[in-house]
């Protein structure tokens, strides 16, 4: 995905192209600002603190409202690309140009979020269709220092953990 123009994607969908998914649902596949305020802002699904920055200043800003350790990553990008967990204030900086750096599509803009400890990192993929809704098994997810690594499926997960998932998804 992070290879495809999704600007052309919206572009073609609006004379008419049939595009699968959605334009949209392609460009949010990358997009964390676009995804992020879906998520939080639109479906009300709780999240981690979250700002976004386009200065460094803006970055310092957010960062001690956010508090620490903090996660900055581009708005744009995908797969870790750019990601950085800055464990101080000293460590601002470097996360920003870093972020910016990295970003796709030109964006100097990125996303800081409070940063969460857990178990375990899946993907549940969704498909809605006439008849209701159907889940794919979870996929697991392995990143270190914020770099993917690798991805595997099925993820075990605890039923009632599943279950919680798969309702969010409704």
């Known amino acids: 995905v992070e290879a495809i123009a999704t600007d052309v994607l919206l ?9 699968i998914p959605t334009a ?28 976004f920055a386009e ?9 001690d409202k956010i508090g620490f350790p903090c996660v900055i990553k581009p708005v744009m990008s995908s ?22 750096k990295e970003g ?8 800081l979020e409070g940063f969460i400890e857990f178990d375990y990192e899946i993907t549940l993929l969704t498909i809605r269709h006439l008849n209701g809704t159907s889940f794919c098994d979870p996929i697991g997810h392995l990143q270190i220092e914020g770099d993917y690594r690798e991805s595997w499926q099925p993820h075990p997960m605890d039923r009632n953990v599943l279950l919680k998932a798969q309702y969010t998804c409704l």
């Open 104 to 111: 796709r599509g030109g964006v100097a803009k990125v996303i």
């Open 11 to 19: 572009e073609l969908e609006q004379t008419g192209v049939n595009i």
């Open 55 to 63: 200065s460094l200043e803006e970055c310092l800003i957010a960062s």
């Open 79 to 100: 797969s870790g690309r750019g990601q950085t967990i800055a464990l101080n204030r000293n460590d601002i900086k470097q996360s920003w140009e870093t972020a910016a």
């Open 24 to 51: 949209r649902a392609t460009r949010l596949t990358m997009d964390r600002e676009g995804i992020r305020r879906l998520a939080s802002e639109d479906l009300n699904l709780p999240t981690s603190k979250y700002s």
